[in-house]
Each structure stands twice: as C-alpha cells, then as structure tokens.
C-alpha cells in the first residue's frame, strides 16, 4: 500500500467513525431517555450477567453493549422472557458509544468481565483497556463512579492495575466487594477471576 492509500484509509476510518458515532446519538437518546445516569456494561456477550443485574437492581438503568450482532440477539431475548425493563443493550463498539455520550448522561457504574485478553504481544495494542479509553471513560463517569474489571488472564489483570495506577483519574480501591456474583458465559467456560475495581478521581 502507498502513502497515499495509508492516508485515504484513515480519512476513510475516521469519516466511518464519525457516522457510526453520529446515529450513535440517537440510538442513545433512543434507550435512554431523560435518565441521566445509568449503569454501563462493556462486551455483555450473552446478557447472563446484566439481565441479572438489572432484575436484582430495579433502581438502576443498565445499558449494556457487545460488537456482535447473534450476541446482542440472545441478550434481547433474555430481557423479553425476563420481562426486565431496566435495561437495554445495543450493538455497538464501546469507545464510540463513549463518544456519543452527551454530556447529561453520566455514567454510574461500569462493568467490564471477561473482555477479550489479546494475549499475543503484538496483539495488545488491541486490548480496550488504554489510556484513552480510560479517560473517555473518566470523562463520561459521575463523580465517585466505579469501574469494575474481571478476567482470566493474569497478564491482562496485571496490564490493567498498571493502566489504572498510571491514569490520573481513576484510584484502585483495594477492599471494595465485588458488588454482584452471577456467572457470565466466559466466566462459566473460563472459571478464573482476577478482580480489580477503581474509582474516578475528581468531579
Ligand atoms: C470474551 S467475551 C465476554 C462476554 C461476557 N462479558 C462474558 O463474560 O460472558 C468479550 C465480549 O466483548 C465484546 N467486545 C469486544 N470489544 C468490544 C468493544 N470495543 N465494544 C463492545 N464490545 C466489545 C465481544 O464482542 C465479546 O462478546
């Protein structure tokens, strides 16, 4: 590829960006409404474990979100056979739902387990825990909001403590409880769990 294609490729993607995170908007009002705050859940997968959530919660709304379609399909269905109506899932990548976000619409609590681990060195530039997505993030997140990590794989928890202990808004709150144990269909085929919960700094 030359130069020239490298260049158009990127106005490509940053023009692709820009439209998915524009109807973005919209689907957000859409599952929103006038709620200003509301629990986010990033790679739902199957919604085992936010349908779950959102019935043990009622006084929450929780949005939870995954890239592929067939998953976003069987977390709808969960929602319809539980009759659950404080939540609602999309299909959509979770950095661009970030920068959708007006700035009324807060979010509360954020979940992340089991997010893919790109294990493979060259492949961890890959991984949705970084900086800019910490701060994307932080800058959506209400005051005091937790952020609530889990996975199997031991590099990417060490990866992730690291990624959080750099960023200057968010602190690791070493004796938090895990705030709900229900298991999710990664958890179920993967058993380990390695925790971390931080907490926004500032306002
Ligand atoms: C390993 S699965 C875990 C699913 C679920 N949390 C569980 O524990 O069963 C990771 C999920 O995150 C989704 N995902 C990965 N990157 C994402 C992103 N940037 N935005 C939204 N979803 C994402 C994937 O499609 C996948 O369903």
Redesign the pocket.
Known sequence: MSPGNKVFGKEWADNLRATNVEKLRTKLSEALGNRTSFTF??????G??LAAYAKHNPEEFCLG????TE?IAKCHRKQTLGQITNVAFLK????EVLDALSPTQRLAKIFI????PWPKKRHHKNR?INPENLSRLADHAAPGALLHFRTDDPDYYAWTVAELQKHPKWTILDQKPWPFETQ????ELLKAKNDVIAQKTGD
């Not at 999710?184 to 958890?187: I, R, S």
């Open positions: 859940e990033i790679g739902s997968g199957h085992h474990w979100i995954d890239l592929i998953r959509a990548e979770a950095s387990l089991y997010p893919d949705f999710t269909f990664f958890e």
